[in-house]
């Protein structure tokens, strides 16, 4: 059973209950004050006629009732049976219609109601035994006082079926709108559940559910729900991204390696076919050629073999910043720091002026990071300066901005076009003018960014194609510079 068709149930069977006490209560409202009424009414009626009587029995046992008994209401029917005498005695109405009640034995008289059927008609009938001197406590007769009760009888059958009839058709219309409130209601979760449908049967985790109702439970969960699928569709979006760069990343890795091992190879193929002659073999080649050859091989195998080395290190460097591996920190004084990094780069292999500026501006400033990882960050922004800059100068200074220090490498080389900085920090990514014109494999950079991240840093970039680049390291002083 849906939600639907339950929810409709239990409000229409607690509307039920509920018209069937408040039927019950009206029922029994009427009933008591319709023949509560009518009975005081014939009570007092039968109280009124004993204390009207003045019993006179002659030798005849005669009794004119009508003489002392004069009703009000002709509803009523009054009758006295004498037992001594054997008399009867009704009233006018009674006797006109020419009904009569029967009457108990003298020894079985009780006082109170009750109900009678003459000829089909309904009457409620009080009787009380009369009691007089020296009859040894015998009483003398029963009076009799009715009422005909039909009318109230057809009431109250009319009443019970006009609840009984109400209550059903409130109950049926009750439950016909109840199921179209409750379908109504539920309807955006029908959206939820197609929404959901749709997305386990595709991939399409753009698609949201319309809801222009009021922001009550089902609104605050279609909220929710289309909140998830906005993550879920960032995750998602972030995950093929992730897959897209892991296949580039090795694909590129694997043709990054596949040079080196190609070059070795094919040195050591060389070797072992010179080795493998016999002398006087090849009368081409002595041994100051053999020597020579074997010479230029293995250097190709030694430069192919360090080349392999940092790649190595390198792709090490980024697995372990993608597994969150971090590094400790500590409390690193710029001024010494930058001094020998502005001294070691001057040996660096280059063909531009190197130019470092004024460094004791950073003389008592400290960054917390971890000195070997700065190091090796501003040696690869240095070294790519250096490679793609034949000609012109690569310059090192420091700027100050609010509580952060920039480290600013301005070189005047072949630069980039504008398309090309969003990517620059991708693994293995090289502007198309440098593939194959200078030397790399496009890590160095990214292990750069991941080492500024980790100490809260940013990097900013200008650059224009051929006339230079300039980069800027930005990252937070333990103590703000004093103000100018």
């Given at each position: 059973m849906s939600?639907?068709?339950?929810?409709?149930?239990?409000?229409?069977?607690?509307?039920?209950?509920?018209l069937l006490a408040l039927s019950a209560a009206i029922y029994g409202f009427v009933y008591i004050?319709?023949?509560?009424?009518?009975?005081?009414?014939?009570?007092?009626?039968?109280?009124?006629?004993?204390?009207?009587?003045?019993?006179?029995i002659n030798i005849s046992g005669e009794l004119d009732m009508n003489a002392y008994s004069r009703p009000?209401?002709?509803?009523?029917?009054?009758?006295?049976?004498?037992?001594?005498?054997?008399?009867?005695?009704?009233?006018?109405?009674?006797?006109?219609?020419?009904?009569?009640?029967?009457?108990?034995?003298?020894?079985?008289?009780?006082?109170?109601?009750r109900n009678i059927f003459i000829d089909g008609n309904h009457f409620l009938i009080f009787e009380r035994p009369i009691?007089?001197?020296?009859?040894?406590?015998?009483?003398?007769?029963?009076?009799?006082?009715?009422?005909?009760?039909?009318?109230?009888?057809?009431?109250?059958?009319?009443?019970?079926?006009?609840?009984?009839?109400?209550?059903?058709?409130?109950?049926?219309?009750a439950f016909t709108f109840g199921l179209f409130l409750a379908r109504k209601a539920m309807s955006p979760i029908g959206k939820v559940i197609d929404a959901a449908n749709g997305i386990q049967t595709g991939t399409d985790l753009s698609s949201r559910i319309e809801y222009d109702g009021p922001p009550d439970e089902i609104g605050r969960l279609i909220a929710t729900v289309n909140s998830m699928l906005g993550r879920m569709e960032g995750f998602y979006k972030e995950l093929e991204d992730s897959y897209a760069a892991q296949r580039r990343f090795v694909s590129d890795a694997s043709h990054e390696l596949r040079t080196p091992l190609t070059t070795i190879r094919g040195n050591i193929d060389l070797l072992q076919k010179v080795w493998a002659l016999e002398p006087g073999e090849n009368p081409d080649l002595d041994d100051a050629s053999i020597r020579q050859m074997s010479m230029e091989s293995v250097s190709d195998i030694a430069d192919e073999a360090k080349r392999m080395s940092r790649l190595?290190?390198?792709?090490?460097?980024?697995?372990r910043a993608d597994t969150g591996r971090t590094f400790e920190i500590e409390p690193v004084a710029l001024e010494p720091m930058m001094t020998e990094v502005a001294r070691r780069a001057s040996f660096l292999p280059r063909q531009a002026e190197w130019i470092t500026g004024d460094m004791s501006a950073l003389n008592g400033k400290y960054i917390v990071g971890n000195k070997d990882y700065l190091q090796q960050m501003l040696f690869i922004f240095i070294d790519n300066a250096f490679k793609y800059t034949p000609s012109g100068e690569v310059s090192l200074d420091t700027v100050f901005y609010q509580s952060q220090v920039g480290i600013r490498i301005v070189d005047?080389?072949?630069?980039?076009?504008k398309d090309e900085v969003p990517h620059i920090f991708d693994r293995f990514y090289r502007a198309d003018e440098s593939r194959g014109i200078t030397e790399g494999i496009g890590l160095g950079l990214s292990i750069a960014k991941w080492i500024i991240d980790e100490h809260g840093g940013s990097v900013e970039v200008v650059t224009r194609q051929g006339e230079g680049t300039t980069f800027v390291i930005w990252l937070p002083l333990l103590f703000a510079p004093p103000l100018e």
């Open positions: 939600i639907r068709l339950r929810l409709a149930a239990w409000y229409s069977g607690i509307l039920a209950v509920m004050n319709t023949y509560g009424d009518l009975k005081d009414r014939v009570q007092s009626q039968a109280e009124q006629l004993q204390r009207g009587f003045s019993f006179t009000e209401d002709s509803n009523l029917y009054m009758q006295i049976f004498i037992y001594d005498s054997n008399l009867l005695k009704q009233s006018l109405n009674m006797a006109n219609i020419g009904i009569k009640f029967d009457f108990p034995a003298r020894d079985k008289i009780t006082q109170g109601f009691s007089l001197e020296n009859y040894n406590n015998n009483p003398a007769a029963v009076l009799q006082v009715a009422a005909y009760v039909g009318e109230q009888d057809k009431l109250m059958e009319r009443l019970k079926n006009i609840l009984l009839v109400g209550s059903f058709a409130t109950l049926i219309a190595v290190a390198d792709m090490l460097s980024l697995a005047t080389g072949i630069g980039m076009d």
